[in-house]
């Protein structure tokens, strides 16, 4: 693999137009304009086009290395994972907007959201060990472990240890509630940094750079998803909540650092 040690125009232009794109989504919803009904769809649907749009560009990114590539499965099964989001997030705009219901949750939703970590964590650990013959991974995998599992133990005290306590919470509740951010800590933060740690220790580091995205996307999805289990337990999270935010700019960065590693392994042409 060669890397060009740089980030395209296109690269930075995902990111910013993402981020304008979640950004513009929250002040409307936040404006209020045309109700609470026209703000609840404006935040279900705007959501949905801002991750989707990630999702594509991650699966689009993945399907641009060479078939038999490690990086083309090991970013197709992130990209995957963001598409199963997505649908979670289309069946909870069709029975919120659509129907006009509250989301049942527990609910045909969280299918979606759980299986999605299965594929991100896969290819993201996948991606840690396709170095195992260039560098140390044993150092980094403990570095790697010690700090999630810390964060964990955090979760634990702030939130877990609570919502485990309240007996006006059914048992499938607490469980769904405990998953989300432990797995976001335990099944995408700990293989994000394991990553991030791993090629570091390559050259000047330089393939570390889409990873960095991904491990700040992980992040700003852990706390999303902490922060909403919190609301969601207190019963005050409402669509347009900036928890909403979190999810739209975590997937973002983590499109842009799929586009960032197309940018680093294959030369671009000039004219």
Known sequence: MRSTHSISKSTWLVLLLGTLAAVIVQVLVIAGVGGESVTTAVSDLGGVLVIGAAAFITIRTALRFGKGEALRNQWLSI???????????????YIEVIKGLEPPFPGVPDLFYMS???FMGYGIVSAAFAYKGLVRVRTPLIASVVISV??????????????????????LEKALDIYYPLADTLLLLLPALFIVFVVSQLGRGALAIPWRFVVAGVSLLAVADTVYQWLEWQELYGAGSIVDL????????????????????VPRVRA
């Open 79 to 93: 990209g995957i994972g963001i598409v199963l989001y997505v649908l979670g997030d289309v069946v909870w705009t």
């Open 116 to 118: 999605l970590y299965v």
């Open 150 to 171: 810390a964060s964990a133990a955090a979760l634990y005290v702030v939130l877990v240890k609570d919502i485990l306590a309240d007996a006006s919470v059914g048992t």
């Open 246 to 265: 979190g999810w739209m700019l975590g997937y973002v960065l983590i499109a842009t650092g799929a586009s960032a590693m197309h940018d680093l392994i």
